[in-house]
């Protein structure tokens, strides 16, 4: 913590700066939610592995404003010593108006700075090379230095600080250099010439009127190595005229933010801010996040548990699980600070650069009601990267950039998780930090410090790795015999194979592939290897699946030179295929395709089906929205099979036809699905299977926030791990033991070594079928944790015979797309129990007030 | 509200009167002028003045008030410059009263031959003769009306190129097919009687057939939530607009929003999102059923809203591209002009239309057997007091008054074209309470 005197004195510095306009009411600009991505490396990675993600995220922008931050930089970027990068303040200056570049020079840099080095940082010379960018982006030159000592020791002398603040106060007086130099050149004069796009050490930001990765082509940062790297499209709403300063990424002191979401407090941050003589000039929303932060952390110098909390704090019965000196911290932080925590849906993205430790972190915070997507990711192996980024499929493909031309990387990442918004359990938030110490470490923990890591003892994909009791690969005669039988026994051996033996093995299933009839076998062994927790022994489940990934993108390119009877091919660029008959699968290779739109995958896969295909196998998906949409009813004999990374709402409307996703969902998964079936091999996003009205649904992992929200009719759905909060609010699904729908909520998880077992609580959240009136939750909650509190309109009653007769052929259907058992369900402890200690109901209270109408209509009838 | 005794006989017998043998029997009521109830807003005459427009397909000329209430504010302060007599086009020049639907370059035409077409209202919150009697007056007058949220009756599938789908935060009764079989698609994120506050359906008028519409639990109030849970931004927004185009590509999309301070920003991102039709509600809207504190209380005046969406999007340099449609608070022919005047491209109608087939404003719309009038109201015996065919002829003649008041005020501003009195404020005059008036 820091002296409140000093604390006192840096805010009071500001009063000098005094400001021209009163709190503002409104941002000036409007936006909703962006397309974001944050990547952190335990070693410095280029800029160019952003490009894809970002380019597969555009339509979360509008290309009126994209940027990037950048964190722990390679000083020959920038022609200068690694000495002068970590000592000096990195002073980015957006020079809109060339000619202002003598006046930020002279009026605003060298009365303060000791200038060491400046370069410009160089972008294309005509910016209309890149198609869509209609905005010249502006000429950046990037200064560094330190303040000079004459100024430094006024400021402490005229301020009264201790000498011992000294590094407070130069951090002080960059900050304020800053605003003085952008309320003279930006956000007063009406024409708009300069201003900072950032003044943190080892930090840089770029930002234009175009989408983030344009930043990267035009400033050619696609060679740029850095440890973390944010980026950032924004969808502005207002303004014929875009400017870049509207653009994210904000600047702290040390750090960058970028935003994705909007919030309703704006004025009431704003006054708090006030209070404190911070003053906006940019009036956007993601302006004053960043500054409350810079606030919290630099000049109270509260730790980033304390400054994350007083973002997003903790409610409800979340803050009753708190341990009690927690909540004695976190209720006094809520008091304070309650007017500078942002009200509505965000997520933020925050890049930092600690110089003295050598450490650069990359931090994600939800918003305490979870309103905006998610998700975080890790890897590790000889290096290590964590992911945090609206998409996961944005994810993906900044995974598959690296892994491409980088063997320290491979393209599925270890750990994929959504962070629970304001909770006990994680805290909503993500930390990544970075070391360049020692070759470079990244460490990632959740709000409360808490480790989340990788199992250490697994192998990532490498030549020359030998479990101790080696087994050898299937025979080809072996690889001949039926699909279940090749994959019981490949996955029976594969604990003790290493990466040559599983190679083999796959090459074996390639080689019998090459017949057409022999396809549906070997891509159905390689599907299960894929979609089955299985014990892979000594080498990673990410590397064992990327390698099965491999094979099955060769298996489907063969496809292509080779079409049989059994299996056609298709791209968006050639030509449309007859079918040869209604068994035949159609492989279509989603990569050519728009994301959405007329031309989308979607919108093929419905003319195809009407074309007389029934069975489609997506290739290569990557972000692909509406898969299975638009089929209409009595799409019954359709099945579509995805693989890759799908895409948002996927299987919405589904009205008969059967999808499998061989990976995770994205968000708003099956939305007003009516009948058909849909299994996912993975996690699923937010708000799955909003206003349902049947099918049946399966789940291996967990949904996020809002799952089966305004669900009606009949959808029966099995999720095997849990939900983040508010699962089957307003469920309306008639009476579930007479025709209505239901939830089996399982709480069970696969560890790294293909073992079930139980979560920490089979629901964590607070709000738990509220507001239900119809349809039930089966939830297996052996020891009891689900409480009262988390119910709101919901009774716990005891499982029925008729109950388990319900959901047990659920169950079995579960057990045989996941290979989780129903006797594994039903054991507690290692001991198998009657189903009705196991499993729990909750079921409307069925307290509602019996109107003189309905018992007039009673009458009636 | 007039409740003595005497009054309330009186209202018994008109309406009984009035639903079975229409008006022509008023002169035997004896008392002059018929009780009716009314507001400030919606005053007895201009309810009377409709129940007439709806009955004689003209404005009434024996000097019962049916162009603007006593609100004193708003529509009810407006009023139009027209030219001198001289000046005016001839009565029998012909005017247009045709608006398009879709301005962007892009998707299939629609044109509208008046400048209205019918508002939300859902299966549960109305009949479904009242829908009928609404898609079959849509059909006659070769424009729309909207399902609202609770599902697609069967029988409105006759009338489908006249039916617009309303999805809204509930998703009650949308299907795939329902998507399909609309010409337009309405996104309903809030209603201007109550912004914010989402949908309610108490659980008397969610009957076992409204139930069954919705696939809910009979006899349970129902409840939209507010906002669309897979929409917090306007990037979710046009994502959710490319879903639905995904399985309707021909359907045009609009957007209905309520009227906050920042309705312009909601604009301008409907705008990019996609969409045609941006559809603003204004707070004077809403049955009954919406609640009272949120009635007025919550969203901008639609007086307001107009002028300020219109010249945003002037601004921005895109008014042209997009369709402004008015509601909440639009009465008569009048009120429908004063808007387009104040910037719209036309306006929604849906408590005019109740009150052409009959209802009184007396609020008991929530109410399972509420409605005495047989609108707001799903129960089977009340709902047979409104035959479609005759609902339809009510609203119909509504419509052909609308009509020729519209054609007469265009003559008499020397304009041909409805779509050259949009923005035209310079054409309105503002009136003080005193009487007097600038322009």
């Known amino acids: 913590m820091v002296d409140p005197a000093t604390v006192e004195r840096l805010l009071g510095s500001r009063r000098q700066l005094g400001t021209s306009s009163p709190t503002p009411l409104r941002p000036a600009d409007a936006e909703g939610g962006c397309g974001v991505i944050g990547m952190a490396a335990s070693v410095p990675v280029a800029g160019r592995h952003l490009l894809q993600a970002l380019a597969q995220m555009r339509n979360r922008g509008n290309g009126k404003g994209g940027g990037i931050a950048a964190a722990g930089l390679d000083p020959v970027f920038f022609g200068t010593t690694p000495e002068v990068l970590e000592n000096d303040y990195l002073i980015a200056v957006a020079l809109l108006d060339p000619a202002a570049k003598a006046e930020v020079e002279s009026e605003f840099l060298e009365p303060v700075y000791e200038i060491h080095h400046a370069a410009a940082v160089p972008g294309l010379s005509d910016f209309r090379s890149l198609p869509g960018l209609d905005v010249a982006p502006p000429a950046v030159h990037a200064y560094f230095g330190r303040v000079r000592p004459d100024v430094l020791q006024r400021f402490l002398r005229e301020q009264q600080l201790d000498p011992r603040e000294a590094a407070k106060a130069e951090d002080e007086i960059v900050y304020q250099t800053t605003y003085r130099l952008n309320r003279a050149l930006y956000a007063s004069t009406g024409e708009k010439r300069a201003f900072v796009l950032s003044h943190g050490k080892d930090l840089l930001v770029l930002k234009m009127v175009g989408y983030g990765d344009d930043v990267v082509r035009f400033y050619r940062l696609e060679d740029l190595c850095a440890r973390v790297w944010i980026g950032h499209h924004r969808y502005p709403t207002k303004g014929r005229v875009w400017h870049p300063g509207g653009a994210h990424p904000f600047l702290g002191m040390h750090e960058a933010l970028v935003h994705n979401g909007d919030f309703a407090n704006y004025a009431s941050i704003s006054s708090y801010l006030a209070q404190r003589n911070i003053h906006p000039l940019f009036l956007t929303d993601t302006e004053v996040a960043v500054q409350v932060f810079d606030l919290l952390h630099r000049i109270y110098g509260y730790p980033l548990e304390y400054v994350i909390e007083a973002m997003a704090p903790t409610t409800e019965r979340d803050f009753t699980l708190l341990p009690p000196e927690k909540q004695r911290i976190y209720r006094a932080l809520q008091a304070i600070h309650i007017h500078a925590s942002p009200d509505g849906p965000w997520f933020f993205l925050i890049a930092q650069s600690k110089t003295a430790e050598r450490l650069y972190r990359l931090i994600g915070i939800t918003d305490t009601s979870m309103l905006r997507p998610q998700v975080f990711a890790l890897q590790r192996g000889r290096a290590a990267v964590g992911f945090a980024a609206s998409e996961r499929q944005g994810i993906d493909a900044a995974l598959a950039s690296l892994a491409a031309e980088d063997s320290r990387f491979w393209p599925r990442a270890d750990l994929f998780w959504n962070a629970r918004g304001g909770s006990h359990t994680d805290g909503g938030a993500f930390l990544f930090e970075a070391t360049a110490a020692d070759g470079g470490a990244l460490v990632c923990t959740d709000k409360f410090g808490r480790r989340i890591d990788v199992d250490g003892s697994k192998r990532p994909f490498c030549s020359g790795f030998r479990p101790a009791a080696a087994d050898p690969a299937l025979s080809s005669a072996e690889i001949g015999l039926p699909a279940e039988t090749v994959f019981a026994e490949a996955s029976r051996r594969l604990p003790r194979w290493g990466y040559e033996e599983l190679q083999s093995f796959l090459d074996g299933l390639e080689g019998r592939a090459r017949e057409d009839a022999e396809r549906t076998p070997v891509i159905r062994t390689l599907t299960l290897l894929l979609d089955r927790r299985v014990p892979t022994g000594g080498m990673k489940r990410s590397g064992v699946v990327w390698r099965i990934d491999e094979t099955l993108a060769r298996i489907f390119d063969d496809v292509r030179e080779r079409p049989g009877p059994t299996y056609a091919w298709m791209s968006a660029e050639s030509a449309v295929p007859e079918p040869a008959s209604p068994e035949q699968t159609l492989v279509i290779d989603a990569r050519g395709y728009p994301p959405e739109g007329n031309g989308s995958l979607a919108r093929a896969l419905v003319d195809l089906a009407s074309r007389g295909f029934r069975r489609f196998l997506v290739a290569h998906a990557r972000g692909h929205r509406f898969l299975g949409a638009g089929l209409g009813p009595g799409s019954e004999g359709i099945s579509i099979d995805v693989y890759g990374s799908s895409g948002d709402y996927l299987a919405s409307g589904l009205d008969g036809a059967e999808m499998v996703v061989h990976g995770a969902g994205q968000d708003q998964l099956a939305q007003i699905m009516k009948s058909g079936k849909l299994v996912v091999h993975g996690d699923v996003g937010q708000t799955f299977l909003y206003g349902s009205k049947g099918g049946h649904i399966y789940v291996l992992g967990n949904a996020a926030g809002r799952p089966l929200i305004n669900a009606v009719g009949r959808p029966r759905v099995v999720i095997n791990g849990t939900c983040l909060d508010y699962l089957a609010e307003s469920f309306m699904a008639g009476d579930a033991l007479q025709g209505g729908g239901f939830v089996v909520l399982n709480g069970v998880a696969f560890d790294e070594d293909g073992e079930i077992h139980d979560l920490p609580a089979p629901y964590p959240g607070g709000n738990l079928f509220s507001l239900a009136s119809g349809g039930a939750i089966y939830a297996r909650d052996p020891h009891r944790l689900l409480t009262e509190d988390q119910l709101n309109g919901g009774a716990f009653t005891a499982l029925s015979s008729a109950d388990w007769e319900l959901i047990r052929p659920m169950l079995e259907e579960n057990e045989r797309l996941f290979g989780i058992p129903l006797r594994r369900l039903l054991s507690v402890d290692g001991v198998e129990r009657p189903p009705d200690a196991v499993f729990r109901k909750i079921a409307p209270t069925g307290l509602k007030a019996l109107m003189p109408e309905e018992a007039w209509v009673h009458k009636a009838k | ?439």
């Open chain 2, 1 to 439: 509200m007039t409740t003595d005794s005497t009054t309330f006989d009186l209202l018994v017998r008109k309406h009984r009167e009035a639903l079975h043998y229409g008006f022509h029997t008023w002169p035997t009521l004896a008392l002059g002028m018929p009780p009716a109830l009314g507001d400030p807003r919606w005053t007895d005459e201009l309810i009377l003045a409709t129940w007439r427009q709806a009955e004689e397909s003209r404005a009434p000329a024996d000097g019962l008030e049916f162009r603007v209430g006593r609100s004193g504010g708003g529509f009810d302060r407006l009023d139009f410059k027209t030219l001198p007599a001289e000046s005016r086009l001839q009565a029998t020049a012909l005017v247009d009263l045709a608006i398009p639907l879709n301005r962007r370059g892009f998707d299939r035409e629609v044109e509208i031959p008046v400048p209205w077409y019918g508002g939300g209202m859902s299966y549960g919150s109305v009949s479904e003769q009242i829908m009928l009697a609404r898609a079959m007056a849509a059909k006659e007058w070769r424009t729309f009306t909207s399902t609202g949220e609770g599902g697609y009756p069967p029988s409105l599938a006759a009338y489908s190129d006249h039916v617009i789908t309303q999805i809204a935060t509930g998703m009650f009764g949308v299907r795939e097919e329902t998507i399909q079989w609309a010409p337009i698609l309405e996104f309903k994120y809030a209603q201007g009687a109550k912004p914010g506050l989402g949908g309610h359906l108490l659980g008397s008028k969610s009957t076992m057939t409204v139930a069954r519409m919705r696939e809910s639990v009979p006899w349970v109030s129902l409840f939209s939530p507010f906002p669309f849970h897979s929409v917090y931004s306007v990037e979710d927004h046009k994502k959710h607009i490319d879903w639905v185009k995904t399985v309707n590509p021909a359907a045009l999309i609009s957007v209905k929003v309520s009227t906050p301070n920042d309705v312009d920003m909601v604009a301008v991102g409907s705008y990019y999102a996609g969409a045609h039709i941006l559809h603003i509600d204004g707070g004077y809207g809403g049955t009954g059923a919406a609640p009272q504190i949120a009635k007025k209380n919550i969203a901008m005046p639609i007086e307001l809203a107009i002028p300020k969406v219109h010249r945003f999007l002037q601004q921005e340099g895109i008014r042209d591209e997009i369709v402004l449609m008015a509601s909440g608070g639009v009465r008569t022919a009048y009120d429908i002009a004063k808007a387009i005047a104040l910037g719209a491209d036309g306006c929604i109608l849906g408590t005019s239309e109740l009150v052409a087939m009959g209802c009184t404003r007396c609020s008991n719309c929530e109410r399972g057997r509420g409605c005495p009038f047989g609108l707001t109201t799903t129960d089977p015996e009340l709902s047979e007091l409104v035959q479609p065919e005759w609902g339809a002829q009510r609203l119909s003649n509504l419509y052909r008054s609308y009509a020729g008041q519209l054609s007469d005020l265009l003559r008499g501003l020397g304009l041909k074209s409805i779509r050259e009195l949009r923005g035209r404020t310079d054409l309105l005059l503002y009136r003080n309470g005193d009487g007097g008036s600038h322009g």
